[in-house]
């Protein structure tokens, strides 16, 4: 009896293997044997100048020599985790406050459906056609300039695309609009799933509406924010067509919005493999980092 | 005394609500109020600066577009067939992959699901250029496949489907399937997939948008004209020469581009926004 | 109901994608195909372009390549024996032409001509390309290789070409002399000037009198002053670059080292103390910025440009711009150089050749034709007694320029034009100067910075160069 019961079992879980397969094949052809590859041709000379082809030539550690012999990589590390927070942190907590009060029994607002669908639209226009609307918005004798040397507010037009931190905050005011929707989409389902009854048994407690929210709300949504956080992340380090096409990829204000895909991307231009495998191994080292701190993060809390 | 205080207080933070909501929405919709606005202006109209109102040339940007030398129609099927090609897969298989976690125990599970969470962290770009290669090799260059199928293997939906699952799918209805003589593939098909359903319209619009707003890919894998994209043909008009350049056109293209997704999403939107429920506990 | 959908979109899909699969490297039209049959809405009209490319398998095809539809719009207008099809096709005789176009934008146009050029040999007859089309910033990246044909191996002799400027046969000579492409444009180009801003500024709007103000750079410095202080804009620095980095002393890349020649430090240094003074602006070229000065309230005293910015770039068709009322002027400027044009080149290994020989000696050498286009198009043609013609008749009178007949400065700049110091690197250096410099002169990093930026991208782009 008991014999027959395990054989069953594991007859089940073969298929654990088999739904399992779809993905490990597919991940495999188009992701790690192209990561692998990456990795390879980063130790050769390999690159195209008009029609002439160079390499590939073995040249050991060369390429990563050449990456870190400038402080350049460091920067463009740095401006993408910059740009990534001053898009993260207002959306983080707008999306908060937001998803807080959708999900708010004592507030009943009305007109719920609309809000909550409006605040997803702007994911909905590429990034690119988003950057060309601000590129105008923001121009020297743009309409925001007009707008704020009429009221009084500049003397002067204030070029924002020549200064780093104007230029910084765009971009991150972009991603912040393109993404706070999607993120409040997610913190309110994870809201949602949260037990009325604890609610309940709070508000009878006498506990205040943000002693809830900072009590209850945000300690059972952990694991959601944890989702958001890695997601964002990771694309926060894939930044690249907002800063692309608002600074026609030169990154200006002296490379100050250049992001790692921006200058990978400057890479692909000479078809140059090998320098643009070093820096993906860069990218990819970094991820892992990130990752683990990430994880680290996650399995406390399981632990708690 | 007290209740009355309360639901004063409650009739004063909803006014705040509301004011803030308003506001957040009229910065949301701005965008496109600004591109449909661009899209019926003229270039040199264009070029003259921002206006709030409609002008009237909507209507010969739109044949001008249509009759120019790029293949929209051609863009808005590419973009149609890619976008909804990859989100079905990437949902379906996603989902499948959560549940074979997430039902099933298997030496290497663990090992696996460490595994897949860990290339979650791996950026697309980073193996772009071996990714270009590889598809050069197996012919791929040019073809719509290497946009598709890797649809299947998304970690990011995956670890969603993981979650939700987590919360959501009773394993006692699963065993009670089976007690009554359903196939494994069987289940999952038709009991856990719609189950799922809440999770899975999230997904399927985040991945369609997702797909149909890529640039970086397709720009890289798709050359002949009758293949590409909407956003990849968006980059093409922009970049016309003097001779043609004609930025009412750009707007009227974009405007183009964005009017179906837009449906879209409306269309699935009450899925998005009510039933989503993800359990954060379990009782 | 949805599950239903849902459950019927995916069966749908996965026919389409097996069929795709099948189809092997012609999988976007087997996906196209099999999709219609699916019933989808959008189908119809995906199939209207498709297959007219796969139609003409059967018989000779001219493939041209080109960035844009300037060319295909003087060949429609001017070649006779042109007839359009559609957008990207036609014919000549019994020979289908197609037109293959990819913007220049992002290097596209150049990666795409690149790979073809490198399968050329291995390409079936129809699919070999025949003729494409160079900008001089990257002509000898392509004509100083065995890829492009030697005109005289087409049968065009120099005397069919002596009619043309000898810096158009500059530009497209390789290293052992034989001319390798053919241009019916001569941009030569000068000071285009805002006459209003000129009577107010220097008393008068004669051309003489402007260009004696402006004859070299001490002087346009001098006159910027002036202008500054009249409360207008001279231009953008990008506006005079090209007038500076066209009368180099020597090549950007010498012995695989970048060169910085002393008229490219000249550029940077006139240029910061213009942007000091506030008599320059930054603007980027095509920019809103930078098309502000097309209006009288944009203060803008002058832009640099050749005969096609006056019809393409001034906006006449706008009541409201100078352009409308005639109110340009133009005059020869500090230095001489030349600002666009496009190169004929024939591909080694066409299999048209007569074709390909009849429309670069038709489209660059016939003088009719080129007068046609002069006169039609306003191009400045590559035709010097087509434009001793315009020089001396009423039909070269040009309406924005207030009636003013500019082909004799045109033409006299054409002659002077000294292209030797070209290299296959001019259009990445030139590019990145601008783009680094910028920085310095908004003065929000210093020279040396912006430099070594410059080196920087220049490097990325060619990592066979060093500094």
């Given at each position: 009896m008991g014999k027959s019961k395990n054989n069953k079992v594991v007859s089940y879980n073969k298929w654990g293997y088999i739904f399992l397969l779809p993905f490990l094949i597919t991940y495999t052809i188009f992701q790690l044997i192209p990561l692998f590859t990456t990795i390879y041709n980063s130790f050769f000379e390999n690159y195209r100048v008009g029609l002439m082809q160079v390499g590939p030539n073995f040249i050991g550690l060369q390429n990563y020599v050449e990456l870190f012999s400038t402080p350049d990589i460091w920067q463009y590390l740095a401006n993408t985790m910059i740009m990534w927070a001053m898009g993260f942190v207002p959306q983080i907590l707008l999306s908060l406050l937001l998803g807080a009060w959708f999900t708010s029994p004592s507030l009943r607002l009305k007109g719920q459906q609309f809000f909550k669908t409006v605040i997803y639209l702007p994911n909905l226009i590429m990034a690119s056609a988003f950057s060309m609307l601000f590129f105008t918005l923001f121009a020297n004798e743009g309409p925001i300039n007009s707008m704020l040397v009429g009221a009084g507010i500049l003397s002067t037009n204030y070029n924002f695309l020549f200064h780093t931190f104007s230029a910084r905050a765009l971009v991150g005011f972009m991603n912040f609009l393109m993404w706070f929707g999607n993120t409040t989409i997610l913190l309110m389902s994870g809201m949602l799933g949260i037990d009325p009854s604890i609610y309940e048994a709070a508000e009878i407690d006498g506990a205040s509406s943000n002693q809830i929210f900072f009590r209850i709300t945000l300690p059972l949504l952990k694991p959601i924010l944890v989702y958001v956080m890695v997601t964002s992340l990771i694309g926060g380090l894939q930044m690249f067509d907002v800063p692309q096409i608002l600074t026609s990829g030169t990154g200006d204000p002296s490379r100050t919005t250049m992001t790692l895909i921006m200058y990978l991307n400057k890479h692909l231009y000479s078809k140059n493999f090998g320098m643009g495998g070093a820096l993906s191994v860069f990218l990819f080292v970094v991820t892992a980092i990130l990752s683990v701190i990430v994880f680290k993060f996650v399995n406390s809390k399981e632990v708690k | 005394m007290g209740?009355?205080?309360?639901?004063?207080?409650?009739?004063?933070?909803?006014?705040?609500?509301?004011?803030?909501?308003?506001?957040?929405?009229?910065?949301?919709?701005?965008?496109?109020?600004?591109?449909?606005?661009?899209?019926?202006?003229?270039?040199?109209?264009?070029?003259?600066?921002?206006?709030?109102?409609?002008?009237?040339?909507?209507?010969?940007?739109?044949?001008?577009?249509?009759?120019?030398?790029?293949?929209?129609?051609?863009?808005?099927?590419?973009?149609?067939?890619?976008?909804?090609?990859?989100?079905?897969?990437?949902?379906?298989?996603?989902?499948?992959?959560?549940?074979?976690?997430?039902?099933?125990?298997?030496?290497?599970?663990?090992?696996?699901?460490?595994?897949?969470l860990g290339v979650m962290m791996i950026p697309t770009q980073v193996t772009v250029l071996g990714f270009l290669q590889l598809i050069g090799k197996m012919g791929l260059d040019d073809s719509f496949i290497p946009l598709i199928i890797p649809g299947i293997a998304a970690p990011i939906v995956f670890f969603y489907m993981k979650q939700y699952m987590e919360s959501t799918l009773s394993m006692s209805l699963i065993e009670a399937a089976r007690i009554d003589g359903a196939g494994e593939f069987f289940i999952f098909n038709s009991i856990v997939f719609p189950l799922m359903k809440p999770a899975i319209a999230v997904q399927a619009i985040f991945s369609f948008v997702t797909s149909w707003n890529n640039y970086f890919t397709p720009s890289l894998v798709l050359h002949t004209d009758t293949k590409k994209t909407l956003p990849i043909l968006i980059a093409q008009l922009r970049a016309a020469d003097w001779l043609k350049f004609d930025m009412g056109q750009v707007y009227m293209m974009i405007a183009f581009s964005i009017a179906p997704v837009i449906v879209v999403y409306l269309f699935m939107s009450r899925n998005i926004v009510g039933g989503v429920s993800l359990g954060g506990v379990k009782e | 109901?949805?599950?239903?959908?849902?459950?019927?979109?995916?069966?749908?899909?996965?026919?389409?994608?097996?069929?795709?699969?099948?189809?092997?490297?012609?999988?976007?039209?087997?996906?196209?195909?099999?999709?219609?049959?699916?019933?989808?809405?959008?189908?119809?009209?995906?199939?209207?372009?498709?297959?007219?490319?796969?139609?003409?398998?059967?018989?000779?095809?001219?493939?041209?390549?080109?960035?844009?539809?300037?060319?295909?719009?003087?060949?429609?207008?001017?070649?006779?024996?042109?007839?359009?099809?559609?957008?990207?096709?036609?014919?000549?005789?019994?020979?289908?032409?197609?037109?293959?176009?990819?913007?220049?934008?992002?290097?596209?146009?150049?990666?795409?001509?690149?790979?073809?050029?490198?399968?050329?040999?291995?390409?079936?007859?129809?699919?070999?390309?025949?003729?494409?089309?160079?900008?001089a910033d990257y002509a000898s990246k392509y004509t100083d290789t065995d890829y492009t044909m030697a005109l005289s191996d087409l049968g065009i002799s120099d005397s069919d070409l002596a009619d043309q400027y000898e810096y158009t046969q500059t530009i497209v000579k390789d290293s052992n002399g034989a001319i390798?492409?053919?241009?019916?444009?001569?941009?030569?180009?000068?000071?285009?000037?805002?006459?209003?801003?000129?009577?107010?500024?220097?008393?008068?709007?004669?051309?003489?009198?402007?260009?004696?103000?402006?004859?070299?750079?001490?002087?346009?410095?001098?006159?910027?002053?002036?202008?500054?202080?009249a409360g207008y804009t001279m231009c953008s620095v990008n506006d005079t670059y090209r007038t500076y980095s066209n009368n180099v002393s020597g090549k950007w890349v010498q012995d695989d080292k970048i060169v910085i020649d002393a008229n490219m430090e000249k550029w940077i240094d006139d240029s910061k103390k213009l942007v000091d003074a506030g008599a320059e602006d930054t603007d980027e070229l095509w920019g809103d910025d930078w098309a502000k000065g097309k209006r009288p309230d944009g203060k803008v005293f002058c832009y640099f440009g050749p005969a096609w910015f006056f019809n393409f770039c001034l906006d006449v068709d706008d009541p409201e711009t100078i352009a409308a009322k005639g109110g340009w002027g133009y005059c020869a400027g500090p230095q001489p150089y030349y600002w666009g044009g496009t190169w004929i080149c024939a591909a080694t290994g066409t299999d048209n050749a007569d074709a390909v020989k009849d429309l670069i000696l038709t489209m660059t050498t016939d003088k009719a034709v080129l007068k046609d286009i002069a006169v039609k198009d306003s191009d400045c043609v590559n035709s010097k007694s087509v434009l001793a013609d315009l020089a001396s008749s009423d039909e070269g009178n040009i309406a924005l320029l207030g009636g003013q007949n500019p082909y004799a400065d045109l033409a006299a700049g054409a002659e002077t034009i000294d292209l030797s110091n070209l290299s296959p690197y001019d259009q990445g250096c030139n590019e990145e100067l601008q783009n680094a410099m910028k920085a310095y002169f908004e003065g929000t990093a210093d020279k040396d910075a912006c430099l070594e930026q410059f080196y920087a991208a220049v490097i990325e782009k060619y990592p066979n160069l060093s500094k």
């Open positions: - | 209740n009355k205080s309360e639901t004063q207080m409650n009739q004063s933070r909803r006014i705040v609500c509301y004011v803030v909501l308003v506001l957040v929405s009229i910065m949301c919709l701005f965008w496109f109020y600004l591109l449909f606005i661009n899209a019926t202006r003229s270039n040199s109209e264009l070029s003259r600066g921002f206006t709030p109102f409609f002008s009237t040339h909507g209507l010969e940007n739109w044949n001008n577009l249509v009759h120019g030398t790029l293949p929209i129609l051609n863009g808005l099927w590419n973009s149609f067939f890619i976008a909804i090609t990859t989100s079905v897969l990437t949902v379906y298989f996603s989902t499948m992959t959560a549940y074979a976690i997430h039902a099933y125990d298997f030496v290497g599970k663990k090992t696996i699901f460490a595994f897949i | 109901m949805k599950k239903k959908i849902l459950a019927g979109l995916l069966a749908a899909t996965m026919v389409i994608s097996l069929a795709a699969c099948g189809g092997g490297s012609d999988s976007g039209s087997a996906s196209t195909d099999s999709s219609s049959d699916a019933g989808a809405a959008e189908a119809p009209a995906a199939e209207e372009a498709a297959p007219a490319a796969e139609a003409e398998s059967g018989g000779k095809v001219l493939n041209i390549y080109c960035w844009n539809e300037e060319f295909k719009s003087r060949v429609t207008d001017h070649y006779s024996a042109y007839t359009e099809f559609d957008a990207t096709h036609g014919k000549i005789g019994d020979l289908d032409v197609v037109w293959n176009i990819t913007p220049s934008d992002d290097n596209a146009y150049q990666n795409n001509l690149d790979q073809t050029l490198l399968n050329q040999e291995s390409a079936a007859a129809d699919d070999k390309i025949d003729v494409f089309l160079v900008e390798k492409g053919s241009a019916w444009q001569a941009c030569s180009a000068g000071l285009i000037y805002n006459r209003e801003a000129a009577k107010e500024v220097l008393g008068s709007d004669d051309p003489a009198d402007v260009q004696a103000a402006v004859a070299d750079w001490d002087k346009y410095n001098e006159t910027a002053a002036k202008v500054a202080a």
